[in-house]
């Protein structure tokens, strides 16, 4: 003798096959529809004969079949370049960059953060940094900004904390702080240096005549610093400029920096600020977006039934579905340049 099954001959609540069939045949008739429409149509076939399931009970069927496109999981997205611009003006390029770090006298390494105008030549920043990470660079630029003005685009590489491997599109928030100044972002293919070519040979100069030997710290590093800086935009002529210094031809910027603007989206149906950890709610619901955008007010649109597009100024980062609670990215939203809303 063997035990018998303890499985219930049928569940109170399980669906039935007739219902679930008609399921599976009317999603295959209307392929492009979701639960909700598909359940509509349903309830009008069966003309309340029968308990119409609920929507997710719905969704869960089609599931089950195989009939619902999941939303595919984030990639990590791969560093890419982007249109990289003549910069024939003062201020229409600027081209930043960390220095490799080297070991100061006291054995503690520096970092040294340049940005330098393309057309010029002028050297605007040489800060001795003990790190590399966002709260410093923040620091050094808001000081850049309020001296000089803003560029109308910056030139980088693909590393922290001009770019972050994990942000959203490889956002980081200090790029997304230049997207919110009206500053286009430039970065140059991994790999591929000399596409900032001149910043590049620039940082040779610097590393032979500042650090060789370096400074006993980081207060003397920078005193050497600002000599070089002093030198090579004051004393030394440069053949692509006519033999002129830097500071013959560069002019401070005409676009003064005076905090953040303001963003409206007069053309979506709400505005959701992003919260310290990267998330938006709605309906009671928390759909995660990025931590690069924490603070950021985006626009939500809704196109579809339960499905809607996100928007940051003038770019759409992708859709989300409420019942997924995730959102759903899309090819390179910012095209083949990041551009800031105009």
Same mark, same amino acid.
């Given at each position: 003798m063997c035990d018998r099954s303890r499985r219930p001959v049928r569940y109170a609540n399980q669906l039935p096959d007739q219902i679930e069939r008609m399921i599976v045949t009317l999603k295959? #008739?209307?392929?492009?529809?979701?639960?909700r429409k598909v359940r509509e149509l349903l309830v009008r076939r069966l003309a309340g004969d029968v308990r119409i399931p609920a929507t997710s009970t719905v969704h869960a069927v089609l599931d089950r079949h195989g009939l619902v496109k999941r939303v595919r999981n984030r990639r990590r997205n791969k560093a890419q370049g982007t249109e990289l611009s003549k910069g024939g003006a003062p201020n229409?390029?600027?081209?930043?960059?960390?220095?490799? #770090?080297?070991?100061?006298?006291?054995?503690?390494?520096?970092?040294?953060?340049?940005?330098?105008? $393309?057309?010029?030549?002028?050297?605007?920043?040489?800060?001795a940094m003990e790190t590399t990470k966002e709260a410093t660079a923040f620091t050094a630029f808001l000081r850049l900004f309020e001296e000089r003005g803003l560029p109308k685009a910056i030139r980088t590489d693909n590393g922290l904390p001009f770019a972050s491997p994990n942000g959203l599109y490889n956002l980081s928030k200090l790029s997304v702080w230049w997207l919110r100044l009206g500053i286009d972002i430039e970065r140059i293919q991994p790999g591929c240096p000399q596409q900032n070519g001149r910043h590049e040979r620039m940082h040779l100069t610097l590393k032979n005549?500042?650090?060789?030997?370096?400074?006993?710290?980081?207060?003397?590093? $920078?005193?050497?610093?600002?000599?070089?800086?002093?030198?090579?935009?004051? #004393?030394?002529?440069? #053949?692509?400029?006519?033999?002129?210094?830097?500071?013959?031809?560069?002019?401070?910027?005409?676009?003064?920096?005076?905090?953040?603007?303001?963003?409206?989206?007069?053309?979506?149906?709400?505005?959701?600020?992003?919260?310290?950890?990267?998330?938006?709610?709605?309906?009671?619901?928390?759909?995660?977006?990025?931590?690069?955008?924490?603070? $950021?007010?985006?626009?939500?649109?809704?196109?579809?039934?339960?499905?809607?597009?996100?928007?940051?100024?003038?770019?759409?980062?992708?859709?989300?579905?409420?019942?997924?609670?995730?959102?759903?990215?899309?090819?390179?939203?910012?095209?083949?340049?990041?551009?800031?809303?105009?």
């Open positions: 295959k #008739e209307k392929p492009h529809w979701g639960a229409e390029l600027w081209c930043a960059d960390f220095k490799g #770090e080297f070991k100061l006298g006291n054995r503690r390494y520096c970092y040294p953060l340049t940005v330098t105008d $393309q057309a010029s030549r002028f050297l605007l920043m040489c800060e005549e500042t650090t060789r030997p370096p400074g006993m710290n980081s207060l003397q590093q $920078q005193d050497r610093f600002d000599h070089f800086v002093n030198e090579f935009n004051t #004393e030394r002529p440069h #053949e692509a400029l006519n033999m002129k210094c830097p500071q013959d031809v560069y002019t401070t910027s005409n676009r003064l920096y005076g905090g953040l603007p303001d963003i409206d989206y007069p053309f979506h149906d709400k505005e959701k600020l992003v919260t310290a950890c990267g998330r938006i709610c709605m309906h009671r619901k928390k759909i995660n977006i990025s931590t690069v955008l924490a603070g $950021q007010k985006l626009g939500i649109k809704e196109v579809d039934d339960g499905i809607w597009l996100i928007s940051f100024m003038r770019y759409d980062l992708g859709y989300i579905d409420l019942e997924q609670k995730t959102l759903q990215t899309i090819d390179n939203p910012f095209g083949p340049r990041l551009s800031p809303m105009s």
